[in-house]
């Protein structure tokens, strides 16, 4: 029997709060880069955080987005993605 687990505002919102922090982390070490004339700068740095943030959030709330996927399925193991 699968029991289908329902996301909620707050789970959502925790979504956002990472994705924003990640964006405002990259953002701020890009400018810092692009202040003194080095390579990958703003964009590069913005978009490799937040998507290092998306993949990490992603292995965490797989069981909520793919409720109707047999566990031992989908494997993903959040310390193996970090890796």
């Given amino acids: 029997m699968l029991i289908k687990i329902m996301m909620s505002n707050a789970d959502y919102l925790n979504i956002l709060v990472h994705l924003f922090s990640a ?10 880069r692009s202040f003194h004339g080095r390579p990958a700068g703003f964009r590069t740095h913005a ?8 993949l990490m959030l992603v292995t965490l709330y797989q069981t909520q987005w793919m409720p109707d996927a047999a566990h031992d399925m989908i494997r993903i193991d959040p310390t193996r993605t970090a890796q």
């Fill in 23 to 32: 964006l405002v982390a990259g953002g701020a070490i890009g400018l810092e």
């Fill in 47 to 54: 978009l490799v955080c937040l998507t290092s943030s998306l």
